[in-house]
């Protein structure tokens, strides 16, 4: 158990709380295998490269995360007050969501489950 009063335990949680600018997008309708192959390009980069290789990448997921990478970058210049000149992509996950089964009718009366897989992407910035 907790030590301490209810308000003491939630002063202390608060202050460990993350500062960095972030941008999260759930219940996105792509799965994280095919998320993670653009979030793996952009990882470590600045954010104009960055969002470079999201604008002239092929993949679908490749527009969702433009637009939240767009998002978190104006995140930090809203809410921290950074320049997104020394912005970087410093960490980048695509998380599992829920997946909704759907049936595909086959030969002879037989029923196929089919899964569309749901994720949960985050970017997290730093400045250089």
Request: glycine content about 4%.
């Amino acid at each position: 158990m907790a030590k301490g009063h209810r308000s003491q335990i939630k002063r202390e949680r608060n202050a460990q709380k993350d500062t960095r600018p972030s941008a999260k997008l759930s219940y996105a309708r792509v799965s994280v295998q095919k998320a993670c192959y653009v979030l793996d390009a952009i990882r470590g980069k600045d954010v104009q490269s960055a969002l470079g290789i999201v604008t002239y990448n092929p993949r679908y997921a490749s527009e969702l995360i433009a637009k939240l990478l767009k998002s978190a970058i104006a995140n930090a210049e809203n809410n921290n007050g950074m320049s997104a000149e020394n912005l970087y992509v410093e960490e980048c996950y695509a998380n599992k969501g829920p997946t909704m089964k759907r049936v595909r009718p086959r030969a002879q009366g037989r029923a196929y489950r089919i899964e569309k897989r749901m994720s949960h992407i985050t970017i997290v910035l730093n400045e250089k």
